[in-house]
């Protein structure tokens, strides 16, 4: 019994623990984001004074809801096509013979292990060679295909039962009618989990549009903080506050579909 309780106590510290880890830097940014700069590294958590002028020079003095429709515009974008591209291409590897198709398929989870800095050079000069630097199509076409997500959606349209199509094909239904009609509305928990996963790092993006796009008016959230500096100073608490205001619509989001969200991972990883 007393073996059992201090395993229970273990547990929940861990949980605590692993709790903090991510609470404690979040509730920093915010701390910094309500303080004066002029104080601002005097106190490692609660300031002596509290301000909301950070706020006040992202949302007045910068064209910030310019940034916030131009990046809800690209994760968007970036996810409803990632969705239906990938969607495509994990049902056509599960469903479909084709020769080549597992060499085909290697060397898409291939892909997992290549980091993205490692692309970065070679994505840029094709968008140079496509006249495509400082445009959103740069942003939006290479992020089009993800090789996780076709991974991830094939494992679920493998263990979808193949009656089902055989079914549909003898009363004339077309392969695409199939997938359409039949095949997607039976994976859409993981569509979903896997649609934010693509969202949220859509919305993250930092390296690849500081990269490709130059006009200021096309920024988005995570590379528009950039313009708060200048030649001769920063404005470090400016900055936490986009931080804040930009993690924001995040966390509400993922806090209203968070069942959906891991009731999409926890039947992946049953499925196997």
């Not at 409803?80 to 049902?91: P, Q, R, T």
């Not at 060679?129 to 991974?151: E, M, R, V």
């Not at 896997?194 to 993250?204: E, H, N, Q, V, Y």
């Amino acid at each position: 019994m007393i073996l059992k309780q201090g395993l229970l106590a273990l547990k929940y510290a861990i949980l605590v623990s692993l709790a903090l880890a991510v609470l404690v830097p979040f509730l920093y940014v915010i701390l910094k984001s309500l303080t004066p700069n002029a104080i601002l590294g005097k106190a490692l958590f609660f300031p002596e004074q509290l301000t909301f002028d950070n706020y006040r020079t992202i949302l007045f003095d910068t064209p910030f809801f310019r940034y916030l429709l131009n990046t809800i515009f690209l994760a968007v974008t970036i996810t409803a096509g990632s969705l239906v591209f990938d969607a495509m291409a994990a049902f056509g590897f599960s469903r479909i013979t084709f020769p080549g198709r597992e060499l085909l398929f290697v060397l898409v989870i291939a892909m997992l292990v290549v980091p993205g800095e490692v692309l970065l050079l070679p994505r840029y000069m094709i968008m140079r060679d496509f006249g495509w630097i400082d445009d959103y199509k740069a942003l939006i076409i290479p992020a089009l295909s993800s090789a996780y997500a076709i991974f991830f959606l094939r494992q679920f349209f493998l263990v979808l039962p193949r009656e089902l199509e055989e079914s549909a094909f003898i009363d004339g239904c077309s392969r695409w009618r199939v997938f359409v009609q039949i095949i997607v509305p039976l994976v859409k928990a993981p569509l979903l989990t896997i649609g934010l996963m693509i969202f949220f790092g859509a919305w993250d993006e930092f390296l690849w549009p500081l990269t490709v796009i130059n006009t200021p008016e096309k920024y988005v959230l995570q590379v528009a903080v950039s313009l708060l500096d200048t030649e001769f100073s920063t404005n470090i608490g400016a900055k936490f506050s986009n931080v804040v205001l930009s993690s924001l619509p995040i966390v509400l989001l993922f806090l209203a579909i968070q069942k959906h969200y891991i009731s999409g991972i926890t039947s992946g990883a049953l499925k196997g």
